[in-house]
């Protein structure tokens, strides 16, 4: 435990930071988590939204330095990536399913 005032108080500052930076970190593992579910399910659209949003999230934290910039930036590629691929797939078998129906 800090026994100078200075360190008392800089421990103070150190708890309520880290506390806020838990907050910001859950809100950024929960938005990653809700692109990668939306592709699971294969909703499309509704992974483009939650990718932004989760770009949005992960650009303020790093600009904040609660995570390194590069964790972001290369969280970002892959869900950019993990999103392109199902998007391909998913209009691949639209596709499929077009030419294949009776006429």
């Given at each position: ?15 309520a ?36 949003e ?38 691949r ?11």
């Open positions: 435990m800090a026994n100078h005032k200075s360190a008392i108080k800089r421990d103070r500052q150190n708890k930071k880290r506390s806020i930076n838990i907050a910001y970190k859950t809100k950024a593992k929960n938005a990653v988590k809700k692109v990668r579910l939306a592709i699971a399910d294969n909703k499309i659209e509704d992974a483009h939204l939650f990718l932004n989760a770009t949005s999230i992960l650009h303020k934290i790093k600009s904040k330095g609660i995570i390194h910039r590069n964790t972001a930036n290369r969280k970002i590629s892959r869900l950019a990536v993990h999103l392109n691929k199902a998007a391909t797939t998913a209009s078998e639209n596709k499929d399913e077009i030419s294949s129906s009776p006429k």
